[in-house]
């Protein structure tokens, strides 16, 4: 059965964002008041009717219009997709029986099934050295028909000198698991040097000790980095009981379809939803329907691949997302929620950018912004590692990012006379109190309640029912 995606009304010439004019006109005006520098970059990103054809593609004068499957094409113009047919596997299996093997660790792990579904389309796997290099320095890779995509995070794998004298000069390799099972074989490979200072310093901006990341997968990881064309043997799957939350790009995309979607606004995060969340959210779909859209559908993404050891574990944060829409704080009609497979680095603007590039790949047309995004704590100083709003000037003017619509959001902070979440008016400062995610962490913990208006009940006795299991865990059992 064929989809119709719901048309917005036609653009027109405007410079207010009066009632008659087009989504993208009104979205062009709202953002140049919410945040200038975006001005210019929402013009490149909206100039075109959500569901025309790409300017790189050209049609034949008087031709129909060719119709669109999605709101905005993959980075490279098609989904790459790494898994093989399943009529290849028994080969394939054979095949690897004879291979060097290299050990994947859980993080490696991630950023194959990151691959294999398409998340940093277009690339093909493992970055070799001159896509490892373009990353590193130009925060994007260059395509063979001169075109740009974003890739500002290495997507690589590391190997010990043991593997790499094993492999000798052998073309391909053998992935495993962390269970020892084959998941994968890299192909065509190359092996080069893995400076990890350098690859340290131009991905955190430092090389401060601490960083969760550097600790967890760089600086014990091997001296070489090997790349290759990956071929998945199976879907990748973690039988946590969530699978059937990871959605891939093409599923998304599918699913936006399915329910008619003329807009998709993506937020990411990587902790439970409060009600200064959700009312972030519930204002970006209200101010899209006002542009005229139709049906905005909200993605709803939390990051899935590592965190660090005191973010709030994924299948907590999970629980606590569905209760979000048991209790009607986001709409379930219009909200999708699946698991975003990547890792998490905590690099800042540099990170941010993969995370509006990925969901590219996802279908999502709007990515939605806020202060110091994929930041962290200084992990030796009292103070932020990155500047608040570096990450959303940043996403404004990074290169490859062009037909993606950035949605800056407005800060939300309790009031403490309304006795709920809302936008922080600085004409009455001394009225809002805000709630860091340190502090609602240390709340769950102590067993304070929160404000009442903060987050949903149900939500909330999540996290404090998960920070009880810790303490009970930790209580010493008298013998």
Known sequence: MATHLLTPPRLHHTTSPSSSSSPAARLRATASLAHPRLLSRLHLATARHPHSPSPLRHRRRGAMPVVRSSLIDPDGGALVELVAPADRVPALRAEAEALPRVRLAPVDLQWAHVLAEGWASPLRGFMREAEYLQSLHFNCIRL???????????????????????IGDKPDVALQGPDGGVVAILRRVEIYPHNKEERIARTFGTTAPGLPYVDEAIASAGNWLIGGDLEVLEPIKYNDGLDHYRLSPRQLRNEFDKRGADAVFAFQLRNPVHNGHALLMNDTRRRLLEMGYKNPILLLHPLGGFTKADDVPLPVRMEQHSKVLEDGVLDPETTIVSIFPSPMHYAGPTEVQWHAKARINAGANFYIVGRDPAGMGHPTEKRDLYNPDHGKKVLSMAPGLEKLNILPFKVAAYDTVAKKMAFFDPSRSQDFLFISGTKMRTFAKTGENPPDGFMCPGGWKVLVDYYNSLQAEATPVPV
Not at 144 to 160: E, H, K, Q, T
């Open 144 to 166: 063979p028909d001169g075109g740009l995509v974003n890739m500002s995070l290495p997507i690589v794998l590391a190997i010990r000198d043991a593997e790499k004298e094993q």
